[in-house]
């Protein structure tokens, strides 16, 4: 991966008829990046891709690939290739038919075709697949077939449109590590739409997360795990709890909280991060994974103690999520606690009493929402 | 049981409601005698005289002519019409359009005709051959623009459009190479069916016929006038079978949709 940057867009803006779509979304790709855009149905995201693709127009805003201004140029005169969702195979041509017909477009000469389609096919293990009908293949296989099409071309950007949400899990998942392997072995950059934030993790160098048609961060999935700007950020990737809290006058390069009006903690600052005034209200989050529940007396050395009474679990095989109730004056206002499933013995507990433990390190002040 | 029996009676006794004229007239066309109220041996003479009336002959060609003007007409304004129908973007009224295309199969064919030839007679133009193959294009039209636009909705073209474009193709291209072939099995069975319309038509070229621009079921009518004849029978037989072979190759069309594998 080099920094040279390969795509820009921005600000871009769109509405359909009254509804905005995309407020001044930017964004930059860098050649061979793979770059994901996350976020929830109807955030904008496939409308950003689109863009790229050049099948919507911005209402305002530029899109920049290579260096050339392309926003006025149509899909067919842009380096890109999709990979839709609903595969989009052509059901009058074979296998091979299919997967020629970019590089037709493109005037690449025959043999070059006759020789690139095998190598399509083989990079999507389906070699010897060239004379079948696109009606005789799995759901599975037209997505290979799908992306063997889009990768034949050489285009110096591929898009992908969620294009693995119509495979059951296990697919996914197998799908998901060829992705990544393919993405390395082609050195084309990839931009990825998805709202699967595991898929995201898995895959991407950088992950963009939209809301409501604007990116609420961009950066390395861990920097997203691990410092959520926004509480949206913080909820959409693994579920981390968000509660409202008070800064309360506090000692230089710590934050004194007063979360739900009812426990005080006091979280060390990053450095570089500013402390918000006194009397304001903020945002904080803490990962699920990070609490920790006992059930008798033994808190780590350091750790904020919140006595609680269990309200729910649910067994995930791996693991155990377990619901605390631990706010008296909102006992509807769950902390979930993630628990490795042989440290938590499952037993019927619902209304035991449970000590939730908290490092204060682990508690993050977030951004209002955008 | 009983119920059972009583369900096979009734659907026999429709199909023989459907089906029991047709049986008879095809019987009664290898009638030897010339009148239908006897039966007095097998015979196909009737058919022999038929082939050798040449003015029987020259109504068959002119039929067949103006069904085969009429299918393509229709079948290519068809494809035109159903496309626009299926992909231009919403505006007002957009139904509405929809509908007066199809409104002329709901039109009683008298006030068509009569509308038309009232038309070109105030028009001036000449009741030839062309005027009849337009005047039934203009029946058959609904039945093609149905059919591809049936076509077009299912088969998700839009969508193939756009990966064709995304694959370096223009829109005239991505027409032509991805939309046409997927509509060309639809289109096919269309005018087969605008030919099967034009070709048993008889209000429409009755109003219509100018001099010596005759149908077969015109001529069937004016023969008419004389009582039925085994010759009549024998016509209608050979018409009747003459569509079953049409509806047999658009069930075959309707069946395979044209798949075509491209040589890599």
Redesign the interface.
């Known amino acids: 991966m080099t920094d040279e940057t390969l795509l820009e867009i921005g600000p871009v803006s769109k509405s359909f008829g009254e509804a905005p779509v995309l407020r001044e979304v930017s964004l930059t790709v860098r050649k061979g990046e793979f770059m994901t855009l996350l976020g929830p149905s109807g955030c904008g995201k496939t409308t950003t891709l689109r863009i790229i693709?050049?099948?919507e127009s911005p209402d305002s805003g530029r899109v920049r690939l290579a260096g050339a201004d392309v926003t006025d140029l149509?899909?067919?005169e842009r380096d890109?290739?999709?990979v839709?969702q609903?595969y989009?195979?052509?059901?009058?041509?074979?296998v091979?038919?299919n997967i020629?017909?970019?590089m037709r477009?493109?005037k690449v000469p025959p043999p070059e075709?006759?020789r690139r389609?095998p190598e399509a096919l083989a990079m999507v293990k389906l070699s010897g697949f060239?004379?079948r009908?696109v009606?005789s293949l799995s759901g599975g296989q037209m997505q290979r077939v799908a992306l063997a099409?889009?990768i034949a071309?050489k285009p110096s950007l591929l898009l992908l449109d969620e294009p693995l949400g119509a495979l059951d899990l296990k697919l996914r998942k197998e799908m998901q590590l060829e992705l990544k392997r393919l993405h390395r072995r082609l050195g084309f950059a990839f931009v990825y739409v998805t709202h699967d934030q595991e898929e995201a993790m898995t895959m991407s160098d950088r992950i963009a997360v939209f809301n409501k048609g604007r990116i609420e961060q961009i950066g390395a999935p861990s920097e997203i795990y691990e410092a959520p700007r926004t509480s949206f950020v913080a909820d959409f990737i693994g579920g981390a709890n968000v509660f409202s809290a008070k800064v309360l006058p506090g000692a230089e390069g710590r934050a004194h909280l007063l979360i739900e009006d009812e426990v005080e903690v006091d979280v060390p600052l990053d450095p570089g991060e500013s402390l918000p005034a006194p009397g304001r209200r903020v945002k904080v989050g803490i990962r699920p994974e990070r609490v920790r529940v006992y059930y008798k007396d033994e808190l780590p050395f350091g750790a904020l103690r919140l006595d609680a009474t269990i309200a729910d679990s649910i067994f995930l095989g791996d693991a155990c999520q377990i619901y605390l109730r631990f706010l008296k004056s909102a006992p509807d206002k769950l902390l979930t606690a993630l628990a490795g499933g042989d440290r938590y013995t499952m037993h019927d507990d619902l209304g035991v009493p449970a000590i939730a433990a908290i490092q204060p390190d682990d508690v993050y002040i977030l951004e209002e929402d955008a | 049981m009983r119920k059972g029996r009583g369900l096979k009676l009734y659907c026999a006794a429709l199909y023989a409601f459907l089906y029991a004229p047709l049986a008879v007239m095809t019987v009664f066309s290898f009638n030897r005698a010339h009148r239908n109220v006897v039966w007095l041996g097998f015979s196909l003479k009737w058919y022999g005289v038929l082939f050798h009336d040449a003015e029987m002959m020259r109504a068959a060609l002119t039929t067949l002519e103006l069904a085969v003007s009429a299918s393509a007409i229709s079948g290519a304004l068809g494809l035109l019409a159903a496309y626009a129908l299926v992909r231009h973007k919403p505006f007002p009224g957009r139904g509405v359009y929809a509908t007066l295309l199809d409104v002329p199969l709901m039109i009683p064919e008298v006030a068509l005709g009569v509308g038309l030839l009232s038309f070109l007679v105030r028009m001036g133009y000449e009741l030839n051959f062309g005027a009849l193959a337009c005047a039934h294009a203009l029946i058959c039209l609904p039945y093609a623009v149905g059919a591809v636009r049936a076509r077009l909705q299912s088969?998700?073209g839009e969508?193939?459009e756009?990966?064709?474009?995304?694959?370096?193709?223009?829109e005239w291209?991505a027409f032509r190479?991805?939309t046409l072939?997927?509509a060309m099995p639809a289109v096919v069975s269309g005018a087969l069916l605008a030919f099967t319309i034009s070709f048993g038509d008889f209000v429409t070229s009755f109003f219509l016929s100018g001099i010596g621009v005759t149908t077969l079921p015109v001529k069937i009518y004016s023969m008419m006038k004389f009582g039925v004849t085994p010759e009549i029978n024998a016509l209608s037989v050979l018409l009747l079978a003459a569509t079953f072979v049409l509806l047999g190759v658009n069930a075959l069309f309707a069946s395979n949709?044209?798949?075509?594998?491209?040589r890599?």
């Open positions: 693709a050049g099948f149509p899909p067919y890109v290739h999709t839709f609903h989009a195979l052509f059901p009058h041509l074979d091979a038919g020629a017909f970019g477009m493109d075709i006759a389609i060239e004379k009908r009606s099409r889009a071309g | 088969s998700g969508r193939l756009e990966a064709a474009m995304d694959l370096g193709a223009d291209t190479k991805v072939p997927l949709p044209g798949e075509s594998s491209v890599a």
